[in-house]
């Protein structure tokens, strides 16, 4: 029989000593319930009567404040120098009495005529003002409503008229600080066992005197302040750390001991069924990330600080062959690595143990246990342990030979694609060929019909023949140009990036579609940048898009009239990049059209197949650079592209 089933076989036994805890339990509660209760009352009674004899002793001080200033108005309507009167009765009632910070009189207007101790005239406040008027009105004193005061923080006054032979003359002013008033009115006493605050009507405080920072506030209990009124009210908050629960220690302790002997069989018997729970748990736990890493198709290495492997995962191992056992403890260089990159491999080993490791992945090319070459993409992590200590690189590992086969595919259909696009080109030029043919032929034949009939002439002089058989040669260099030219237009061939002076460039090619330009009646316009521009790119992949663009100018201008029809072709620089435009002054691109312009198999022809602008975007954008349009000022649009200047 195991623990868990003998528990449970005797469930009297097993309930006894926790009804006994309960027990004792409910009985010490009530117990302590009873005595903080008593305890929470007797600082309930205490925290009001201190909290009234603070209240009283504020009352009595502005009270006895206020009937100083009335004596003062008294003396000052009977005396023949007010003024004087005012200055040393002030002096004095300020030296022997804390209840007023400052002292002021005001003229008839509210504006300050002298203030003990001396301060700049300010502009009397709102709440001053109201109170100035109350006073006045009534004949006797009026409290104002706190205000803030400058350099005094929150404050309320007094106001005391003042008359001489029965007309109003001025105002005496008793200035009270909040801060300053808890300081002086609020024994120490006090201070050390509540927080004295004074509040306004809205419940904000307005000045507080503590020696503790409350971390919770506890009981607290407020009475109205009159005066001055106005909704103020004296706030008393009890210290939280104050508590005669100390005197219950013996109490607690008592009652923590029998809480501790009478739950020991229940803490061992539960510690024994969490001990198996966590045990099963943990095999769930175990059974559950062992299956999900089963599942995965991603490769998971581990390797410590050192590069020694510490733990792979089954995807990896049947990615490279090596079964677990073989590769954990392996350190490099692995019996993974391919033989052919192991520099490159062991170089990249190092970066990622320096911690250097490419955010975004790095490629790399393995060998599988059968010989068989693949290529991995990985993501490297740092390994952190329970600590929080860096303990290894965990690595991601994912087999991409069949995505780079799928690249490789794509980048050779691009090229048939180019190749496509050159021939269609070349067939759709073939008059502009023959025209460009016909005139180094026609001359080859010329001079050769010259030079045959000075063979059949007497008397001829060999030397005569020598001019016309020079041309007759230039003649059939510039016939063989013009086919070399067609030839490397339309040949396969890999892209060679090399030197081209972008003005060379764009010459050669309107050459190409001058007769075409003739023949639809549009006038070329060819504006080479100032100076030697070079550009590193594939000379005839570069040719096949300005003659692309060009085209696309002449057919977009057919119904344009015959004095509009003009191609501009434009080649700049700007901030390190040569900018080639091609405008033409046709329809225009529709709004509509303009986003899948640049797709593949998208055109707006009848014949066409829609390859040649996404032909011209991908050429350009091998070369680094990029292709777009904008709309023609006067009508049609504007083709441009941009390639990164060579540097000189």
Known sequence: MTLSNGLHGRPTLQAMPIVAMVLVVMLLGVLLWLLNRNEVE??????????????????????TGEEKLGQLATEMSRAELPSETFEVQARAMIANSAEFDRVLLRDAEGGQAAAIPPADGEPISQA?????????????AAWSAPFVMAGRGQVFEVHVPLFRHQSF????????SVDSLLTHHVPWWVAERYKIEIIDGNGTTLGAKTLVELAEPGPSHQVRLEPPGQGLALVATVYTGETNLARNLLAAAIFGLALLSLSSLWLVRRHVHRRLAAELALRNEHAFRKAMEDSLTVGMRARDLSGRITYVNRAFCRMVGWSEDELVGQSPPMPYWSPDALEATMEMHDRVMAGDAPAQGFEIQFRRFCGE???ALIYEAPLID??????GWMASVLDITERKLAEEMARQQQEKLQRTGRLITMGEMASTLAHELNQPLSAIASYNAGCLNRLGAAGFDPEELRPALTKLG?????AGQIIRRVHDFVRKSEPQLEPCPLNKVIEDTVGFIEFDAQRRGVTLQVKLAAGDIQVSADRILLEQVVLNLARNGLEAMGHTPSRQRKLSITVSAAEGQAIVAVADHGQGVAPEIAENLFQAFFTTKDEGMGMGLNICRSIVEYHQGRLWFEPNTGGGAVFRFSLPMRAT
């Open 42 to 63: 007797e600082s309930r009674l205490s925290l009001i009567k201190d909290i009234l004899w603070v209240e009283q002793n504020i009352h009595f001080h502005l009270t």
């Open 128 to 140: 001053a003002r109201e109170a100035f008027i109350l006073a006045k009105s009534i004949g006797r």
């Open 169 to 176: 003359v001025g105002m005496l002013v008793g200035v009270v």
């Open 373 to 375: 070459k693949f290529w």
């Open 386 to 391: 329970a600590h929080g200590r860096h303990s």
């Open 474 to 478: 230039v003649q059939a260099q510039r």
